[in-house]
Structure formats: structure tokens, C-alpha cells
């Protein structure tokens, strides 16, 4: 399969490479549509179709916080000149049709959007998973981190420790409705794939040939009604040659990682 790339990386936020490294998001442009979209949709389509069982999960309990994220989504594109909103099927902006399908939330975002969605709940003071359309993890597996804390979620991650995860969970349990957060991510790959799982119990091995770059613009959004916290990912894979000059140096001294 040919590797799905956008043309460029687009704007990184002023804290991109700290953590939380967040900053006020513009509702307006909260959903990205890019020169990837069509081809990242089909991937989506392809995934949801062959692989449900890995990128689609929801706890028992918590339809509702699901269907709240399908209406939020629905209401957002609705006001946006790139999608079609008609009764209940959407014209996506590469032309193709999708009929809302209410008795799967999540699988109907996962066909409109190219945003990965991940629906997180307060338990005993801490932000759990509670479901998610991820069909474009960067290696994690959705169904090692359903029902877990943050803390938890984020334990393979370097620098992710007790004090980070505190300030996280306070920025989530600030957050309200109508506004909103974004951060961006970004490492060296030498594999281009979007859907690229792993284990937390797999060796990782040095990465030899890191031509590509990959970033995900990651969004916080309180949810009105079930007061979840609705967490959406958007992935961009770059040719590495394709970054600006100004962006290698607001990554220089990034090694290519393990994976």
C-alpha cells in the first residue's frame, strides 16, 4: 500500500516539544481538512470495515457519552462550508456520502472525520478511557489502555511521571464547555504507516532510516451534558525533506526513536 502523506506539516503551537506544551484552540478550525483527507478516509473506511474489532471500542454504560460526541462533531460541521449536513447523512469534503448511523456513534465518526476520537470520564479523581475510534494509533494498542487512567495510559511514556500527570489531570478538570485546548506532538518514523500499533510488552528496536515525520494536533474539549472529556487526534506524516527550515530547527536534536 502506498504511504498516505500530507505535502507539508503545518503550523506547530509556541509550546510544541514541552509538556503540556498547550494553548487556547480555535473552535472555528477545531476539525482539519487537508490535502491527505480523501485518501486518509478511505484508510479509515478500510480499517473500520477489516479491523472494527481494533479500533473501535466503548464501555458498557457509556452509549450516551458516545452519541454526545457524534452530536458535538454533527453540530461543528455543520457550520463548516466543507461538509454537507442533510437530515442525517453528511457529505464529507471528498465527495463521498455517510449516513449517521445513531446506533454506532463511533463508527459513524470514524467515516466523517479524519480526527481520531478518544472519550475519557472522571473516576475517583482521575481521567479514564472509557471508549474511542483510534484507527490511526502511533504506537499504542486501544485495547491495553481501555479503563485506565491517565497515569496509566501514559506509563511507556519518557518524562510522563506523577507531577506532569497532575497538571494534566487539573487542565482537564478545568476545562469547559464552548473552548477548548491543543497541543501537537511530532517524531521521526521510518514507517509511514498510519495504523501502526504496538504492544506495550513489545521490544522496541532502534529506528534506522527515519525519513518521515509524524504529528498529531491533539484537541481537549469538555462535553456539555455527561461532562466527559472529548480528546480528538489528527494525524499528519510528512516527508522528512518536506519540513521547513524553521521547523528542523524547532525539532533539532530529536534522535530517531525507538519503536
Not at 233 to 243: D, R, S, Y
Request: charged fraction near 25%; hydrophobic fraction near 45%; include cysteine.
Amino acid at each position: 500500500m502506498d504511504a498516505i502523506l500530507q505535502k507539508a506539516l503545518g503550523a506547530l503551537p509556541p509550546g510544541f516539544g514541552r509538556l503540556p506544551g498547550t494553548g487556547p484552540l480555535d473552535m472555528a478550525g477545531w476539525l482539519t481538512v487537508d490535502d491527505a483527507y480523501g485518501a486518509q478516509m478511505a484508510e479509515r473506511e478500510r480499517l473500520l470495515a477489516e479491523r472494527r474489532s481494533e479500533v473501535v471500542a466503548l464501555e458498557s454504560g457509556c452509549e450516551a457519552v458516545a452519541a454526545e460526541a457524534l452530536e458535538m462533531v454533527l453540530t461543528h460541521i455543520a457550520a463548516r462550508p466543507e461538509w454537507q449536513l442533510t437530515g442525517r447523512t453528511v457529505r464529507r469534503p471528498d465527495g463521498r456520502c455517510v449516513d449517521v448511523d445513531a446506533t454506532d456513534p463511533l463508527g459513524s465518526l470514524g467515516r466523517i472525520i479524519a480526527e481520531d476520537i478518544c472519550l475519557l470520564e472522571a473516576r475517583e479523581g482521575a481521567q479514564v478511557l472509557v471508549g474511542a475510534v483510534l484507527c490511526f494509533p502511533s504506537r499504542w494498542v486501544l485495547a491495553e489502555k481501555m479503563g485506565r487512567a491517565m497515569l496509566r495510559i501514559h506509563a511507556p511514556v519518557p518524562g510522563y511521571g506523577e507531577d506532569l500527570n497532575t497538571r494534566v489531570e487539573r487542565m482537564m478538570g478545568a476545562l469547559r464547555p464552548g473552548s477548548g485546548l491543543w497541543r501537537a506532538n511530532g517524531h521521526f518514523h521510518s514507517d509511514p504507516r498510519l495504523f501502526h500499533p504496538r504492544s506495550e510488552v513489545a521490544e522496541k528496536r532502534w529506528e534506522a532510516d527515519a525519513r518521515y515525520f509524524r504529528s498529531e494536533r491533539q484537541a481537549l474539549l469538555r462535553m456539555p451534558e455527561s461532562r466527559a472529556t472529548l480528546f480528538s487526534i489528527h494525524t499528519t506524516v510528512v516527508e522528512a525533506a518536506a519540513l521547513t527550515e524553521a521547523q528542523r530547527a524547532l525539532l533539532r536534536g530529536q534522535a530517531a526513536p525507538q519503536i
